[in-house]
């Protein structure tokens, strides 16, 4: 979270800026605590296929993980790790090793087939990873959530939740997803009190009259 992001909470009525801080820092440690789990998790399947931090590693490359966060998330990842119980890749004879033997054929059939192994690593990973970043979008919702409950007299929830996009910077993808699910779980809540009214209201001062200066990110549906 930027120096920058913070600083937007000024804008805020100053009795919601403590509790807006306080989310936003239980946002971050929820988010750190989600791919530490994910990370360790995915090292422990993986380390059948690679050496522990290679799968640590790739873990990285098949998963968004916020650059600022990476070193915690690895230090809880390895703390939470037993390395010296996790299974042990079996080591095989390298491509020279076979050729200074002379035996070519099983060093060019020992090349294709780790060529193989690795896509169908590739693959796994990226399986793997989608259910990580799935746990990870679950996060960005629930801290979502708690950032409208807290805005919920003070902007509207599109807007609420904007302000948690843009504090994190989300990518678009990511964003829509938010958006979509802290929608839905809202709905039932002002629909409720909507559906109970008779007749035209009389008018009167709107109750949300605050508004973010360029903040919203605006989303198509």
């Known amino acids: ?104 054929e099983l060093a060019f059939e020992g090349v294709r087939r780790q060529r193989q192994f690795l896509e169908v690593t590739l693959q796994l990973a990226r399986l793997a990873g989608a259910r990580a970043s799935e746990a990870v979008l679950v996060t960005h919702v629930d801290n979502a959530m708690r950032i409208v409950d807290i805005l919920e007299d003070t902007i509207w929830v599109d807007e609420a939740v904007s302000h948690y996009i843009h504090t994190f910077r989300l990518p678009l993808s990511t964003a829509h997803m938010v958006f979509q699910r802290a929608r839905a779980q809202v709905v039932d809540r002002h629909l409720s009190g909507m559906m109970v009214l008779q007749g035209p209201v009389a008018a009167q001062p709107p109750k949300k009259e605050f508004r973010l200066p360029d903040q919203t990110v605006r989303i198509a549906g």
């Not at 791919?35 to 059948?48: D, V, Y």
């Open 1 to 104: 979270m930027s120096v920058s992001s913070l600083a937007s909470m000024r804008q805020f009525p100053e009795a919601v800026r403590p509790r807006l801080q306080v989310a936003y820092a239980r946002a971050r440690e929820a988010l750190i605590t989600t791919h530490a789990e994910q990370a360790a998790q995915f090292t422990r399947e993986f380390s059948r296929r690679l050496p522990a931090f290679d799968a640590l590693d790739l873990y990285f490359k098949v998963v968004a993980v916020p650059l600022p966060m990476e070193d915690c998330i690895i230090s809880r990842a390895l703390v939470s790790l037993d390395l010296d119980r996790l299974q042990q890749v079996p080591t095989h004879p390298t491509f020279l090793e076979l050729i200074k033997g002379f035996h070519f």
